[in-house]
Each structure stands twice: as structure tokens, then as C-alpha cells.
């Protein structure tokens, strides 16, 4: 694994969670893969659990945006940040790091995401 193929998977990421097509999801993700949707919570294992856990409550077409950048690569394991946000639910945003470890193929066999909902200005 190299950046430019981990940024091509974030962006990969991103397009499926957009299309929330089963087999787009599912290209992602290794037949093993170990999915952690935050730390020290158990994780969703298996890319046909993972592709059902996306697909069982989607997000709106259009009610989010999210982007995603490579900062690190260590031979099979890239490290990203990023934003999710939701505009129209109160202009909800979090600040993600996504750990992932990559088979052979590209797909990621294992998937940690660390995230914090960010305050709003009069919060803060």
C-alpha cells in the first residue's frame, strides 16, 4: 500500500457510502475483514455483516458530505483524517481517524475508526 492507492481507497469509501449499492461496499472490505466503528466497542466482522451493518440504516442522499485525506502509510496499514458532516441536522460535524490494514488486494481486513462530534462555535 502506498498514499495515492489509500487515498484512491478513501475516496473509494466515500463514493459507496454515497451509493449505498451492497457490492460497492462490499469491494472495499476483505471476506474477513474486522470493521470498528469506534474504539474498544466489538467490531462487525465479516464483508457480508459489514455490507448489511452500511445498508441497515443509510444515510439520506445528500444529507452529508465527508472527505477524507491520507497522512501516513506503514506497509499494509494506512492512517487518515477527516470530516463528516450533516448540514441539514443542525449542522452536525466529526472529526474522524481511520486506521486500516490492507490484504494483498487493496481491500482493508481491518477497519478502526476513531471519531468525536465537534462542538458548534457558540458551544465551544
Known amino acids: ?7 484512491d481507497w478513501l475516496d473509494r469509501y466515500v463514493a459507496a457510502w454515497r451509493s449505498n449499492d451492497g457490492a460497492t461496499i462490499g469491494d472495499l472490505f476483505s471476506e474477513d ?3 470498528s466503528y469506534r ?6 466482522r ?5 455490507v448489511a451493518d452500511w445498508l441497515r440504516n443509510p444515510d439520506a442522499p445528500g444529507s452529508w458530505e465527508a472527505e477524507y485525506r491520507a497522512v501516513a502509510v506503514d506497509g499494509d496499514t494506512g492512517v487518515s483524517v477527516g470530516e463528516s458532516r450533516y448540514p441539514g441536522d443542525g449542522g452536525k460535524a466529526y472529526s474522524n481517524v481511520f486506521i486500516v490494514r490492507f490484504d ?16 458548534k462555535p457558540q458551544d465551544a
Do not use: C, I, N
Not at 474504539?39 to 462487525?44: G, H
Not at 465479516?46 to 459489514?50: P, Q
Open 1 to 7: 500500500m502506498d498514499r495515492a492507492r489509500f487515498q
Open 33 to 35: 475483514v474486522v470493521y
Open 39 to 44: 474504539p474498544y466497542s466489538e467490531p462487525v
Open 46 to 50: 465479516g464483508r457480508a455483516a459489514v
Open 104 to 119: 494483498g488486494e487493496g481491500r482493508a481486513r481491518e477497519f478502526s475508526e476513531w471519531w468525536v462530534q465537534k462542538a
